[in-house]
């Protein structure tokens, strides 16, 4: 804020002396003992739109954040996409080692061709032999003898089978596919170190929409709504406002904390926002349009206890707002009731009127009835 050095014109001729205003300018009481003007700055009284916001702070993070382990405890054989990298669903990240398990394949499927190859024929057999017993041609034992060669030809294929099927899955387990669209953000094995299936490989993070996850103190969970608008700021970009929505309000209270989480999703389509990065974040809980709106800076308090009751000990404060209008040359005190307020902007609801001038600066040294000087 610029700051306005004191100016003292002295005008002989007519006797005056007007004292400018600034932030350390002469009190009150001595300008009105001296029968001067006061000097203030003033503003028309309009209507206007105005955002009541709560304040929240959190970490970003990935909409979707998927770990990739290896199921198989075998070394880390190869990196196809490192970190930073953008990676597809379906795409393989790493390979662990798997020249034992390709060759498991290649057995599993030569033991599965021969043993469908032999089912083939004793299913040809027992065809056969099927049409002969059927003609009473042959005994029920001979036919026996052969319906048990193709159970056991055909038990010997499933098996075969499914010896291939598992092969085949370990094989698939050796490659590391990242099931979302994202960003690697995280490696934890280097080429030739030993994975296990404990610990994950890769870290994927769906970073085209990011979150925060806010905590909400229970006095104010009820105004947190689904698709109330958020502005995100953070450090990296002090001169930027991220735009996002409130997505989901958790139906639960913390018991120890107090509070409620509340999720916020901002679209990150050039991806500035990055995970683990700090965030400030306004929640936008009111609106009202076409209200009369002042800055809060032309408001003074008068604070007291309300001993209505009786006693002190259920007294309250009592908190009185007021402002100044200028008629004329003469400043006029009045009593405000105010709405939603902000950082910046309060709405009255009741005291003053559209039209009237607003002292918003210089009120500090005016009481009712002072004469007062506008000055532009």
Known sequence: MMKVK????ILATAGLLVIGLNCGGPDRESAKKKGNVIPVRVMKVERGNIVKTLDYLGDIKGLKEIKIYSVLSAKLLKINHDVGSFVKAGDTIGIVDNDRLKQMVEQAEAALKSA????????????????????????????????????TAEAGARQA?????????QLKDSYLVSPINGIVSDRFYDVGDMCTPQM?????????????????????????????????????YPDTMFKGSVYKVYPTINPATRTTTVEIRIPNKNHLLKPGMFARVKVMVEKKNNVLVI???????????????????????KIDRYVFVVNG?????????????NDNFVEVTDGLKKGELLVVIGQQFVSDSSRVEIIE
Do not use: C
């Open 295 to 317: 800055p809060r800076k032309a408001i003074l308090e008068r604070t007291e206890l309300d001993l209505s009751s009786g006693e002190i000990t259920t007294s309250r404060v």
């Open 329 to 341: 040359s003469v400043a006029h005190k009045r009593k405000i009731k105010t709405g939603i307020e």
């Open 116 to 151: 469908k190859a032999q089912y083939k024929n004793v299913l040809t057999e027992w065809e056969r032999i099927k049409n002969l017993y059927e003609n009473n041609a042959i005994s029920k034992s001979q036919y026996d003898a052969v319906n048990a060669q193709k159970e």
């Open 6 to 9: 004191s100016l003292i014109y």
């Open 161 to 169: 089978e499914a010896n291939y099927k598992t092969a085949l899955k």
């Open 200 to 236: 994950p490989v890769f870290t994927v993070v769906d970073m085209d929409t990011v979150k925060i996850e806010i905590q909400v103190p229970d006095n104010e969970v009820s105004l947190m709504k689904e698709g109330l608008e958020a502005l995100i700021s953070v450090d990296a």
